[in-house]
């Protein structure tokens, strides 16, 4: 077990010495500085500007940019559902994967757009090469990038004076891709092929097994998705086991690479904004507040797993079972990750709004599960989404700064600007649309013969496992719980619904309150501003999240993966 935390201590070093530099080199990039890359990447950077006719010197404000980021993702919607639709007829199709049907299509391609990555398909045989590459692997990317500009939009706002502007968002999202996302998963791509991840347009490859039979593998352009899939914070797997498959995660050193992969960028995107905001102490805030969330959630999932399930150990078990469960619960893990891995891939990746998973999280014990929808409940703010975390937890620090001038009767401001009604009006919005669309989604889930008919458990599991896949849905996650009939026509059709209100009823309002923080003026500090690049700051934003997230989640919980927990202990199992 010393080991185990070793590992774990040693996984938050790297990223924080990760995720600094990646912050101050996105700063720049943001700022239209050069970097080390310019000399290479400004030639195309200026040729996207020509061919798309944009002029990179015009800035918007913030209803023209959010009428740009729907635009646009609509624009990616209607590409990708038309290509799904059609993959069947079109080229680079070796598996001959047939078109997808209308609400498959549109779950998928709702999905990708909205970077939540629900796979409601057969992931090897359901979507052709064409489609992985052309379709769900472009739209990786993009999606991303949208992210990732909201966020820089956001934070514009926040330090803007008197501007009416938030940035261009088709500048924005240009330099997301091409200088931030691409130069990344090239690196990471090749390593990714290096350790024995497979880069190939052929469908299949025929191997010898031990016995002499001959067995068929797919295969295809894996690496290239993988790279995207963990840092873009996507998470939709080129195989429907995902990164617990060997193709896509073979080693231990991919392992630990995909899960900093997947933190990096959110986690450096703190130190973008205390760049920005010329006050690296308001990153570290938000940096330590997520920290401190994250390592709570890496507690509880360790040491449940870590104790197991006492009715495969107790004294009288049978042998096998016995052995099962030797030191801790190994059920649904890969044994060349170990608990440890497997409690720290899931930590994050529920965390940051990927939905990749090294193993499966219905196999977890009740609390472990528990935890991991929590960190979805939370609102993604735990590091979140690329971007997505970011403007999240700012949206919080908004809502604490309300809060502690309503309790010590401080006056509300966040980085010399005041905070009135119409910005904690748009914070709230955002924050409860999230949480009614999680909620109303799960009562017509539980209450509709054809969600209750895609539980494969009865009991507080299968509660959870309708509940998991609208946290998961509305939260734009993308992980399944599994054991739901994800695929029928009623989950294809309302966890669509969840993706579109957990993306966009969450970054319009955003843009708002960038738009209307970006016009206000700065006053200096006074005695009756509270201070907010503080520790106790950072402890009262945990405490926000804490308490407008979990709290309203607790009495559907206790109902699934706290009962489920008490159960198990009494000997009951789902």
Same mark, same amino acid.
């Given at each position: 077990?010393?080991?185990?935390?070793?590992?774990?201590?040693?996984?938050?070093?790297?990223?924080?010495?990760?995720?600094?530099? #990646?912050?101050?080199?996105?700063?720049?990039?943001?700022?239209?500085?050069?970097?080390? #890359?310019?000399?290479?990447?400004?030639?195309?950077?200026?040729?996207?500007?020509?061919?798309?006719?944009?002029?990179?010197?015009?800035?918007?404000?913030?209803?023209?940019?959010?009428?740009?980021?729907?635009?646009?993702?609509?624009?990616?919607?209607?590409?990708?559902? +038309?290509?799904?639709?059609?993959?069947?007829?079109?080229?680079?199709?070796?598996?001959?994967?047939?078109?997808?049907?209308?609400?498959?299509? &549109?779950?998928?391609?709702?999905?990708?757009?909205?970077?939540?990555?629900?796979?409601?398909?057969?992931?090897?045989?359901?979507?052709?090469?064409?489609?992985?590459?052309?379709?769900?692997?472009?739209?990786?990317?993009?999606?991303?990038?949208?992210?990732?500009?909201?966020?820089?939009?956001?934070?514009?706002?926040?330090?803007?004076?008197?501007?009416?502007?938030?940035?261009?968002?088709?500048?924005?999202?240009?330099?997301?891709?091409?200088?931030?996302?691409?130069?990344?998963?090239?690196?990471?791509?090749?390593?990714?092929?290096?350790?024995?991840?497979?880069?190939?347009?052929?469908?299949?490859?025929?191997?010898?097994?031990?016995?002499?039979?001959?067995?068929?593998?797919?295969?295809?352009?894996?690496?290239?998705?993988?790279?995207?899939?963990?840092?873009?914070?996507?998470?939709?797997?080129?195989?429907?086991?995902?990164?617990?498959?060997?193709?896509?995660?073979?080693?231990?050193?991919?392992?630990?690479?995909?899960?900093?992969?997947?933190?990096?960028?959110?986690?450096? #995107?703190?130190?973008?904004?205390?760049?920005?905001?010329?006050?690296?102490?308001?990153?570290?805030?938000?940096?330590?507040?997520?920290?401190?969330?994250?390592?709570?959630?890496?507690?509880?999932?360790?040491?449940?797993?870590?104790?197991?399930?006492?009715?495969?150990?107790?004294?009288?078990?049978?042998?096998?079972?016995?052995?099962?469960?030797?030191?801790?619960?190994?059920?649904?893990?890969?044994?060349?990750?170990?608990?440890?891995?497997?409690?720290?891939?899931?930590?994050?990746?529920?965390?940051?709004?990927?939905?990749?998973?090294?193993?499966?999280?219905?196999?977890?014990?009740?609390?472990?599960?528990?935890?991991?929808?929590?960190?979805?409940?939370?609102?993604?703010?735990? &590091?979140?989404?690329?971007?997505?975390?970011?403007?999240?937890?700012?949206?919080?620090?908004?809502?604490?700064?309300?809060?502690?001038?309503?309790?010590?009767?401080?006056?509300?401001?966040?980085?010399?600007?005041?905070?009135?009604?119409?910005?904690?009006?748009?914070?709230?919005?955002?924050?409860?649309?999230?949480?009614?669309?999680?909620?109303?989604?799960?009562?017509?889930?539980?209450?509709?013969?054809?969600?209750?008919?895609?539980?494969?458990?009865?009991?507080? !599991?299968?509660?959870?496992?309708?509940?998991?896949?609208?946290?998961?849905?509305?939260?734009?996650?993308?992980?399944?719980?599994?054991? +739901?009939?994800?695929?029928?026509?009623?989950?294809?059709?309302?966890?669509?619904?969840?993706?579109?209100?957990?993306?966009?009823?969450?970054?319009?309002?955003?843009?708002?309150?960038?738009?209307?923080?970006?016009?206000?003026?700065?006053?200096?500090?006074?005695?009756?501003?509270?201070?907010?690049?503080?520790?106790?700051?950072?402890?009262?934003?945990?405490?926000?999240?804490?308490?407008?997230?979990?709290?309203?989640?607790?009495?559907?919980?206790?109902?699934?993966?706290?009962?489920?927990?008490?159960?198990? !202990?009494?000997?009951?199992?789902?």
């Amino acid at each position: 077990m010393a080991f185990d935390i070793t590992r774990l201590v040693a996984y938050g070093v790297v990223l924080v010495a990760v995720a600094y530099p #990646l912050g101050l080199y996105m700063a720049r990039v943001f700022a239209g500085e050069p970097t080390w #890359l310019t000399p290479v990447l400004a030639p195309v950077e200026r040729l996207v500007y020509r061919a798309a006719g944009i002029d990179p010197g015009t800035e918007m404000p913030w209803n023209v940019y959010a009428i740009s980021v729907l635009l646009f993702n609509f624009a990616c919607f209607v590409i990708l559902y +038309l290509l799904l639709r059609t993959q069947g007829l079109l080229p680079w199709n070796p598996t001959a994967a047939p078109g997808m049907g209308p609400d498959l299509a &549109f779950n998928t391609a709702v999905s990708f757009v909205t970077n939540t990555n629900w796979q409601a398909y057969a992931a090897e045989t359901g979507a052709s090469h064409l489609a992985q590459m052309a379709g769900l692997t472009w739209q990786n990317f993009i999606s991303a990038a949208t992210g990732i500009s909201v966020a820089i939009a956001l934070i514009r706002g926040l330090t803007r004076r008197e501007a009416r502007e938030v940035g261009n968002f088709w500048v924005d999202l240009t330099r997301s891709w091409l200088y931030i996302l691409v130069p990344v998963c090239i690196v990471l791509a090749l390593v990714f092929v290096y350790q024995g991840v497979p880069q190939t347009l052929a469908g299949r490859v025929d191997v010898k097994t031990v016995e002499g039979a001959v067995q068929s593998l797919r295969v295809g352009p894996i690496a290239s998705q993988e790279a995207i899939k963990v840092l873009g914070t996507n998470g939709g797997g080129f195989f429907n086991a995902n990164s617990s498959h060997p193709f896509e995660n073979p080693t231990p050193l991919t392992d630990f690479l995909q899960v900093l992969a997947i933190l990096a960028i959110p986690a450096g #995107l703190t130190f973008t904004f205390g760049t920005m905001a010329s006050n690296a102490r308001q990153g570290l805030v938000v940096l330590s507040a997520m920290m401190v969330l994250f390592a709570i959630s890496v507690g509880v999932m360790y040491g449940f797993e870590a104790a197991g399930n006492p009715n495969l150990t107790a004294a009288g078990a049978d042998q096998v079972a016995s052995a099962t469960q030797a030191g801790g619960n190994m059920e649904g893990k890969e044994v060349r990750f170990g608990i440890e891995g497997s409690a720290l891939y899931a930590s994050v990746t529920t965390a940051a709004s990927s939905g990749a998973m090294d193993g499966s999280i219905s196999s977890m014990t009740p609390m472990s599960g528990g935890m991991a929808m929590l960190n979805i409940a939370l609102g993604e703010v735990v &590091f979140g989404g690329v971007g997505a975390g970011l403007y999240g937890m700012l949206v919080f620090a908004i809502l604490a700064v309300f809060i502690a001038g309503l309790m010590v009767g401080r006056t509300p401001e966040f980085l010399g600007k005041k905070i009135g009604p119409k910005e904690m009006k748009l914070a709230m919005f955002a924050v409860l649309a999230l949480e009614a669309g999680v909620l109303v989604l799960s009562a017509i889930g539980v209450v509709a013969p054809a969600g209750l008919a895609g539980r494969l458990n009865m009991g507080p !599991h299968g509660l959870s496992e309708i509940l998991y896949a609208f946290c998961s849905g509305v939260g734009n996650n993308g992980s399944a719980f599994a054991g +739901l009939h994800a695929g029928s026509l009623f989950y294809t059709v309302t966890v669509g619904i969840g993706m579109l209100i957990g993306r966009y009823l969450f970054i319009v309002p955003v843009l708002a309150i960038a738009g209307s923080m970006a016009a206000k003026k700065q006053v200096p500090p006074s005695a009756g501003t509270f201070p907010t690049d503080t520790p106790l700051f950072a402890g009262l934003l945990v405490g926000v999240v804490v308490i407008v997230g979990a709290l309203t989640f607790f009495p559907v919980f206790a109902l699934g993966p706290i009962l489920e927990q008490l159960l198990m !202990h009494a000997g009951r199992l789902f």
